[in-house]
Nanobody, 116 residues
Framework: QVQLVESGGGLVQAGGSLRLSCAAS????????MGWYRQAPGKQRELVAT???????NYADSVKGRVTISRDNAKNTVYLQMNSLKPEDTAVYYC??????????WGQGTQVTVSS
């Protein structure tokens, strides 16, 4: 079983920056990729960014150019650097880890609030 612990969320003014971290522990084998998703009140959970074990990245159109996902494979940690934040980025951000056979694990979520 995998445990994911997120950190780095908080309240920031529009235009500001935040860096989210997600550390994986437990059965961290055969990892295919990790990523970040978010869910705003009344909306479905949506992809923000993903990174494969090989380093390939994918971003939602809404965050391209403002967000960078990175990963430290040795530490099984994924980061999300968010710049030029907008009020519409306000959401609970969830870390996800995909493994062969075991499938996807989710973190507990961290709140990001961007004030205008």
């Amino acid at each position: 079983q995998v445990q994911l612990v997120e950190s780095g969320g908080g309240l920031v003014q529009a235009g500001g920056s935040l860096r989210l971290s997600c550390a994986a522990s437990g059965s961290t084998f055969a990892i295919v990729g990790m990523g970040w998703y978010r869910q705003a009140p009344g909306k479905q959970r949506e992809l923000v960014a993903t990174i494969t074990s090989g380093g390939s990245t994918n971003y939602a159109d809404s965050v391209k150019g403002r967000v960078t996902i990175s990963r430290d494979n040795a530490k099984n940690t994924v980061y999300l650097q968010m710049n030029s934040l907008k009020p519409e980025d306000t959401a609970v951000y969830y870390c996800a880890l995909d493994q062969k056979v075991l499938g996807r694990a989710w973190g507990q979520g961290t709140q990001v609030t961007v004030s205008s």
